[in-house]
Each structure stands twice: as C-alpha cells, then as structure tokens.
T-cell receptor, first 112, second 114 residues
Framework: SQQGEEDPQALSIQEGENATMNCSYKTSINNLQWYRQNSGRGLVHLILIRSNEREKHSGRLRVTLDTSKKSSSLLITASRAADTASYFCATDETGANSKLTFGKGITLSVRP | DARVTQTPRHKVTEMGQEVTMRCQPILGHNTVFWYRQTMMQGLELLAYFRNRAPLDDSGMPKDRFSAEMPDATLATLKIQPSEPRDSAVYFC????????????FGPGTRLLVL
C-alpha cells in the first residue's frame, strides 16, 4: 500500500529556479527519506529526516517535516539541468522492521 | 566504492520460461530488499530479508515467485513460469540495521516477457 503520496506528480521549471516537492503520509514514522532516480537507473538516497527533527539541509537540498500534519517537503534551490529526475519520498514506519514504503514519485524537469 | 550489483541487467524471455535474477548486496549489509517498478504500480516491495532470513514476502505472488538468500553475498529472485505481466524493472537494495535506515539500490534488471 502507498504510504507516501507526493505532490505534484510532475514539475517543470527553468534552470536556476527553486523546486518544491511535497509528500504526505498516513501513519507514525521513525524517519522519512527522499530518493532520486535518474532515467534507467536505481534509486539513490538523498537525505533522511528523523521524526524528532523539523528541518534538515544538505547542500542545495532542504527538507522539512511536520509530524502533526504528516507531511514533508523537499526544496532544491538553484536547480540545474542535472537535477532532472524522479524524486521519491519513503517512510520508515514505526514497527515496520526497517522496511520503507515509497510513494509513486515526482517527475522533475529542469529546462536549461 | 561499495555498491549493489545485479545480474542480468536486461532479460528478454518467452512466456512460461523460468527467470532468475541475482543480487550481490554491499558487504556488511544485513538487510536485502527486492522491488518491482512499473509505470502503473510504481515501486512495489516484493520481499525483504534480514540476516538472510525472509521477514516479509507478502508483496510477492507466491505461486510463481520465490526469493532466497543462499549466503550473505547472494540474493536470488525467481519467476517460474514467467508471464507478460511480469515485465518490469526489478531492483535489489541492501541496507544495515546497525546504522542509518537507508537503502542502497542496484541498477536493476529490466525484464521483458513476450
């Protein structure tokens, strides 16, 4: 079953703009993670935010987590054409034995 | 540079044939996951192992799919008999329960069943 639901499903922006992607989930979690998938490749882990954290940064990535609203957002600042990919949120649900539940993903296109 | 490897990368077969996909997890990782990705269903978890023991295979069609870990360096996913609806990309991922709960994905096996 889908736990993480990303929004929007697709996003197209100009290089240099910021990209904001959202994820909502249903149950209590230990942490929430974001992954990137380039076309024809496997998923690559980007960033993890624990349930007791509200914001985390890594380079041009900023992730927020609001456990009261069961939602997270991923912000990519100063986007580049190389950021074109699909982005997935994944939740590590409480009691799920390290199993992650992935959303269906957001397709991000960054136009040069 | 440790990474998950999967073989074969591509497989074309005819309906009814057996398909075996192999995965070598990152050395030292004790969890292994098999996923299937299609446009319609997205990423689905098929099976999950911890310390080589199957923990969850509820996402796997039991009548035709089987997953095993003969040893810590090899995980296999078999489909017998294969059907056209099994066409998808199959990913293996590994992780460790002793550290960050992140998963490291292999490049996938792209399966086409005719």
């Amino acid at each position: 079953s889908q736990q993480g639901e990303e929004d929007p499903q697709a996003l197209s922006i100009q290089e240099g703009e910021n990209a904001t992607m959202n994820c909502s989930y249903k149950t209590s979690i230990n942490n929430l993670q974001w992954y990137r998938q380039n076309s024809g490749r496997g998923l690559v882990h980007l960033i993890l935010i624990r349930s007791n954290e509200r914001e985390k940064h890594s380079g041009r990535l900023r992730v927020t987590l609001d456990t009261s609203k069961k939602s997270s957002s991923l912000l990519i600042t100063a986007s580049r054409a190389a950021d074109t990919a699909s982005y997935f949120c994944a939740t590590d649900e409480t009691g799920a034995n390290s199993k992650l539940t992935f959303g269906k993903g957001i397709t991000l296109s960054v136009r040069p | 540079d440790a990474r998950v490897t999967q073989t074969p990368r591509h497989k074309v077969t005819e309906m009814g044939q057996e398909v075996t996909m192999r995965c070598q997890p990152i050395l030292g990782h004790n969890t292994v996951f098999w996923y299937r990705q299609t446009m319609m269903q997205g990423l689905e978890l098929l099976a999950y192992f911890r310390n080589r023991a199957p923990l969850d295979d509820s996402g796997m069609p039991k009548d035709r799919f089987s997953a095993e870990m003969p040893d810590a360096t090899l995980a296999t996913l078999k489909i017998q008999p294969s059907e056209p609806r099994d066409s998808a990309v199959y990913f293996c991922a590994s992780g460790s329960t002793s550290g960050r709960q992140t998963q490291y994905f292999g490049p996938g096996t792209r399966l086409l069943v005719l």
